[in-house]
């Protein structure tokens, strides 16, 4: 069985920074890509970056280009999401997603979700 | 960017009923549009990628058509668990795009 289990959310200032984790079971995680999505409150989807199965290439929402790093760590099958130079606007539930393919050119559907994370950003 | 439009925002409907959900695309995306059901509370769920192709484990009550610009999600025999919120994306060019959702109330 496939689970994603996102951990590291919280509240954090303006200006600060903070590491989503996602916890990857039940599928050889280096095969997929992986993806970060978030929803702010009484808002839609919203997709934020996507890292290749073998951590090679990587790509990001023009809203956290330059702010937010996305990375793996495939032994510890483990996703990651630094976010940096947090602003209120960014406060979100904040998703973990399994492509369906492992590249990020293969334009791939998510087909396994995690339940979330919470970040708030306010001072 | 992609710009997604889904029709309607929101919608109410009873238990069996047939519901549609259109997306368009501002410029063509060939058949890679994807169909997500979002309950509050937990992750979205995939229901149908790359346009018509039904997820595995997804009822066969959902379906879905179109290429290039149009695109639409049916639901035949509305059931009681399906009252969702019901989000398109566009995988064809990055950013990633979804469209703004539609609700599926009951009536």
């Known amino acids: 069985e496939v689970v994603l289990l996102e951990s590291g959310g919280g509240l954090v200032q303006p200006g600060g920074s903070l590491r989503l984790s996602c916890a990857a079971s039940g599928f050889t995680f280096s095969n997929n890509a992986m993806s970060w999505v978030r929803q702010a409150p009484g808002k839609g989807l919203e997709w934020v970056s996507i890292i290749s199965g073998s951590g090679g290439s990587t790509d990001y929402a023009d809203s956290v280009k330059g702010r937010f790093t996305i990375s793996r760590d495939n032994p510890k099958s483990t996703l990651h999401l630094q976010m940096n130079s947090l602003r209120g606007e960014d406060t979100a539930v904040y998703y973990c997603?399994?492509?369906?393919?492992?590249?990020?050119?293969?334009?791939?559907?998510?087909?396994?979700w995690g339940q979330g994370t919470l970040v708030t950003v306010s001072s | 960017d992609i710009q997604m439009t889904q029709s309607p925002s929101s919608l109410s409907a009873s238990v069996g009923d047939r519901v549609t959900i259109t997306c368009r695309a501002s410029?063509?995306?060939?058949?890679?549009l994807n169909w997500y059901q979002h309950k509050q509370g937990s992750g979205p769920n995939l229901l149908i990628y790359t346009s018509s192709n039904l997820q595995s484990g997804v009822p066969s009550r959902f379906s879905g058509s179109g290429s290039g610009t149009d695109f639409t999600l049916t639901i035949n025999t509305l059931q009681p668990e399906d009252f969702a919120t019901y989000y398109c994306?566009?995988?064809?060019?990055?950013?990633?795009?979804f469209g703004q959702g539609t609700k599926v109330e009951n009536k």
């Open positions: 994306q566009q995988t064809y060019i990055y950013p990633r795009t």
């Open positions: 997603a399994r492509d369906r393919g492992g590249l990020i050119a293969a334009r791939s559907a998510s087909d396994y």
């Open positions: 410029q063509s995306i060939n058949v890679n």
